[in-house]
């Protein structure tokens, strides 16, 4: 019964998605195909993984796992539903100990299963006025942990307008989705270089806004 | 099968033949000139033209359903188009309730007086009750940067979106004599001529187009195209007389009105998107861009065709 039930609302979420924003997804640097893929993207609202999904053709949607904090989704029945069930997030714990399950593990394992994973490196959702916070280190070692993935920088552009931090009425805006060129660690890159790469690749996606900005 | 019922039929049978027609063409132009899909104006002929069969097979359905199918055809044009035009403003975090009000209350609420058919409200309940009460709910919030440019964008957007909108779906509470539940081919007249001015307006400024109309708000607009759309179009309007409660004469003025205010309707929103930076109001509608995008000369004609004929023809 619940795998039939996680799917209708699964449907009821994407459907809801779109017709509040309309969005669209924009492939620019890489096609929507199949393959082992690591999507990476800017974090400013709590709808970011659905548009991320939404825009996804089907198949693909339902190889695509959300990485996301496990304190947060097993807080409550209903968040345990959607996490567990609807999204089949890869639960990671925040503060890894040495004696938990180790989060980048836990993310290859999900690859090697054959799943997408859809990660927001910032690590927590961006409130301030910048346009990308600095990059966790997540990304790095999950990149030298599985070399053969394709990271793929995702532009998530307008959801923060629909629904800004502590309102609870979503306004419907136009949103867009902008999928980049894939990336992989260079052999010998360091950790700042390679985060700092990754950083300029997902800004490279932001559409520019001179002509509308304030 | 009332008299009004074989009008719809011949109606829409002629328009059908009409893309029909229009597809073979398209599909021949394709197989002629553009057999890789490299020839962008053919492409983008064939794009418009499907769109033009998902728009008739629509409004046919909504004629089907009547006024609540008519209404919510509008209402949903609507919400897309204030959700395109949204997209567009500079409107602020402080804004968020204004603009929450505007899509959850303002919109139904028109659309629900539209549908009871209450005239003394419905035309004014966006020009003087949102009109004030939206900037007090924005001025709560206490945000004064730009207030002014704010406000009036939101008042803007809904009177072009909604109100502007909501008139076409009003023509169906109109009391004519005579033309007792005929109301929606009213509707059917309106939109027929406003689109066909604009499928003529495109055409002759393809064929013959040189002098340029205003260069700086729409490079595309001919004198050559806007005389010879408009005439034709005129003439189209005036043939189509007897699906209205007008005469040969009388429909043919009132489409030259409806054609004139879509042609300058589509200016000043071509000016708004010049403002804006933006090509395009949206991307739904395949080869035509955003809803607003197909709708403007209908949004600015929609509202004085709905007064001329209720001052000439209506009891209500």
């Known amino acids: 019964m619940t795998p039939i039930l996680a799917r209708l609302v699964g449907m009821a979420i994407v459907f809801f998605a779109r017709f509040i924003t309309a969005v669209r997804g924009l492939w620019q640097g890489i096609a929507p195909a199949a393959g082992r893929r690591v999507y990476f993207a800017n974090h400013t609202s709590h709808g970011d993984f659905i548009l991320v999904w939404a825009v996804l053709p089907p198949r693909l949607r339902r190889a695509a796992r959300p990485v996301a904090g496990a304190d947060y989704w097993l807080a409550s ?3 345990r539903f959607l996490g567990c069930d609807v999204f089949k997030a890869v639960l990671i714990d925040r503060t890894p100990s040495r004696s938990g399950p180790n989060p980048i593990e836990q993310m ?91 950083e300029q690749a997902l800004l490279a996606l932001a559409p520019r806004k001179a002509e509308t900005a304030s | 099968m009332t008299a009004y019922h074989g009008d719809l039929l011949t109606l829409l049978g002629g328009i059908g033949a009409l893309l029909v027609v229009a597809s073979v063409i398209g599909y021949l132009l394709q197989r002629r000139f553009s057999p890789d899909g490299g020839n962008t104006a053919i492409e983008n002929l064939n794009a418009r033209i499907q769109a033009w069969w998902a728009m008739v097979v629509l409004m046919s359905i909504a004629f089907v359903g009547g006024t609540a199918g008519v209404v919510l055809l509008f209402a949903f044009c609507s919400f897309a188009a204030l959700r395109e035009f949204v997209t567009l403003t500079d409107t602020s975090r402080a804004d968020h309730w204004a603009l929450a009000a505007a899509f959850f209350v303002v919109l139904p609420v028109q659309y629900a007086l539209v549908w009871v058919g209450w005239y003394g409200l419905y035309s004014i309940f966006i020009p003087v009750y949102a009109f004030l009460l939206l900037p007090i709910v924005a001025a709560l919030r206490a945000d004064t940067g730009r207030f002014l440019v704010r406000i009036a964008e939101t008042q803007w957007a809904l009177m072009i979106c909604v109100f502007c909108v909501s008139h076409v779906a009003a023509l169906l509470l109109l009391d004519i004599p005579g033309y007792e539940g005929r109301n929606v081919l009213l509707i059917a007249f309106l939109v027929i001529v406003v689109q066909i001015s604009d499928v003529l307006q495109y055409v002759w400024g393809k064929l013959l187009g040189r002098r340029k109309i205003a260069p700086v708000l729409s490079p595309s607009k001919t004198w050559e195209g806007f005389l010879g759309g408009t005439l034709s179009a005129t003439l189209i309007g005036a043939g189509l007389w007897w699906i209205t409660p007008f005469n040969a004469l009388q429909a043919g003025a009132l489409s030259l009105v409806v054609v004139l205010m879509g042609f300058f309707g589509g200016l000043v929103m071509s000016a708004v998107k010049r403002d804006r930076g933006v090509k395009d109001w949206g991307h739904l509608i395949a080869g035509h861009g955003g809803f607003i995008d197909r709708l403007d000369s209908v949004i600015f004609s929609a509202p004085i065709f709905f007064h001329l004929v209720r001052y000439g023809w209506s009891l209500t």
């Open chain 1, 77 to 79: 029945r209903l968040r």
């Open chain 1, 108 to 198: 290859c394992a999900a690859l090697d299963a054959g799943a997408s994973l859809i990660l927001f490196p910032e690590g927590t959702r961006n409130t301030t006025g910048a346009k990308l916070l600095p990059f966790k280190s997540g990304l790095y070692h999950l990149a030298r942990n599985c070399p053969d993935v394709d990271l793929v920088p995702v532009w998530i552009d307008n959801l923060n307008r629909v629904m800004p931090k502590g309102e609870v009425v979503p306004i419907p805006l136009i949103c867009t989705v902008t999928f980049g060129a894939p990336l992989r660690l260079h052999p010998g890159e360091a950790k700042a270089g390679f985060l700092a790469r990754a």
